[in-house]
């Protein structure tokens, strides 16, 4: 029997795909196209009031770079029909672009401090969104979903990908072995682990309010202790991310439809790219103002 987040999780049709994994050791599904059927999931979580909250941060230059792209492709393709409210994160709340949101669409700007560190601004997201959820989402939104910015939406990306707990596997890792999995390594970081289940991406990962503030306060718990010690996890909020749920399974997974790279070229088992990794200038982007 799968595990389910929800009675139409009894609609996934797991044999559907012969040429992916689509269940997890623990009986949780691993979403890909072809699974599901998208009205079933639209219509059930329309009956049951789901909405989403979405985290976002722009802070210095990915705000130009990056937030307007993410904004206007998500009110194309991310959770159609259901309420979503943005949290946009920024240091610069003037500079947030003007997008016209669809019904029962909202977008909150939040300003936040900026951190000389960019490692310091990817890791301290996790303690926003701990706190957000504590003074506001909580009270009016079933679940959550937190993105880096700098991800281009380009195809339906729906309520289908809801769970009580929701990770996605990165498209770097996802035909590789685990012996090539970049987790953490060093013994002394909160974060280390000598094996897992899969390679999260720290660039999505979602669920009911109360487990995502779980994750985040958990991540950030590890983060404070790592500094405390003097070690920084290799990949940062991502290491601290992927010992949480090695740790705690998410009940849910997302294929890399859900977060792909161009780059990484043609595969016949991604069928539909749903979110796109935005190509990136480290160059101008990694260096200050
Ligand atoms: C800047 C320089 C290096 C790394 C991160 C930043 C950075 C990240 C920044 O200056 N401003 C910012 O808002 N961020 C937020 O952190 C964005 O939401 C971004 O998507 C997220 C994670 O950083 P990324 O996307 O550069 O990390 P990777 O793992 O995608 O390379
Ligand atoms: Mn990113």
């Given at each position: 029997?799968?595990?389910?987040?929800?009675?139409?999780?009894?609609?996934?049709?797991?044999?559907?795909?012969?040429?992916?994994?689509?269940?997890?050791?623990?009986?949780?599904?691993?979403?890909?196209?072809?699974?599901?059927?998208?009205?079933?999931?639209?219509?059930?979580?329309?009956?049951?009031k789901s909405s989403v909250?979405?985290?976002?941060?722009?802070?210095?230059?990915?705000?130009?770079a990056y937030l307007e792209?993410?904004?206007?492709?998500?009110?194309?393709?991310?959770?159609?029909?259901?309420?979503?409210?943005?949290?946009?994160?920024?240091?610069?709340?003037?500079?947030?672009?003007?997008?016209?949101?669809?019904?029962?669409?909202?977008?909150?700007?939040?300003?936040?401090?900026?951190?000389?560190?960019?490692?310091?601004?990817?890791?301290?997201?996790?303690?926003?969104?701990?706190?957000?959820?504590?003074?506001?989402?909580?009270?009016?939104?079933?679940?959550?979903?937190?993105?880096?910015?700098?991800?281009?939406?380009?195809?339906?990306?729906?309520?289908?990908?809801?769970?009580?707990?929701?990770?996605?596997?990165?498209?770097?890792?996802?035909?590789?072995?685990?012996?090539?999995?970049?987790?953490?390594?060093?013994?002394?970081?909160?974060?280390?682990?000598?094996?897992?289940?899969?390679?999260?991406?720290?660039?999505?990962?979602?669920?009911?309010?109360?487990?995502?503030?779980?994750?985040?306060?958990?991540?950030?718990?590890?983060?404070?202790?790592?500094?405390?010690?003097?070690?920084?996890?290799?990949?940062?909020?991502?290491?601290?991310?992927?010992?949480?749920?090695?740790?705690?399974?998410?009940?849910?997974?997302?294929?890399?439809?859900?977060?792909?790279?161009?780059?990484i070229g043609y595969r016949?088992?991604?069928?539909?790219?749903?979110?796109?990794?935005?190509?990136?200038?480290?160059?101008?982007?990694?260096?200050?103002?």
């Amino acid at each position: 029997m799968l595990s389910m987040d929800n009675l139409v999780d009894a609609t996934l049709s797991l044999q559907s795909r012969g040429d992916v994994q689509t269940c997890t050791t623990w009986k949780a599904p691993i979403i890909w196209e072809g699974m599901f059927e998208a009205y079933l999931y639209d219509k059930a979580h329309k009956r049951k009031k789901s909405s989403v909250a979405v985290t976002v941060f722009a802070v210095g230059k990915y705000l130009e770079a990056y937030l307007e792209t993410f904004l206007y492709s998500s009110e194309q393709h991310f959770m159609l029909g259901l309420p979503v409210t943005y949290y946009v994160f920024t240091d610069m709340p003037e500079k947030v672009p003007h997008i016209v949101l669809g019904p029962k669409r909202h977008l909150k700007i939040l300003s936040v401090h900026r951190h000389s560190r960019w490692q310091d601004i990817s890791m301290m997201r996790m303690k926003t969104i701990s706190d957000i959820i504590q003074t506001e989402i909580r009270y009016n939104f079933t679940h959550v979903f937190c993105f880096d910015v700098d991800q281009k939406f380009t195809g339906r990306f729906g309520s289908e990908a809801l769970g009580d707990s929701v990770a996605l596997i990165h498209a770097y890792y996802y035909r590789l072995p685990k012996s090539m999995y970049t987790y953490d390594r060093n013994p002394n970081s909160k974060a280390y682990m000598e094996t897992g289940d899969f390679y999260y991406h720290a660039a999505v990962f979602g669920g009911t309010w109360k487990n995502v503030k779980a994750v985040t306060d958990a991540c950030y718990k590890g983060i404070m202790e790592d500094k405390e010690n003097n070690v920084e996890a290799l990949w940062h909020d991502e290491s601290h991310l992927n010992k949480y749920f090695w740790l705690n399974k998410p009940s849910r997974l997302l294929s890399p439809e859900y977060c792909w790279d161009d780059s990484i070229g043609y595969r016949t088992d991604i069928r539909v790219k749903r979110l796109l990794w935005a190509p990136k200038d480290y160059e101008n982007l990694r260096t200050n103002n």
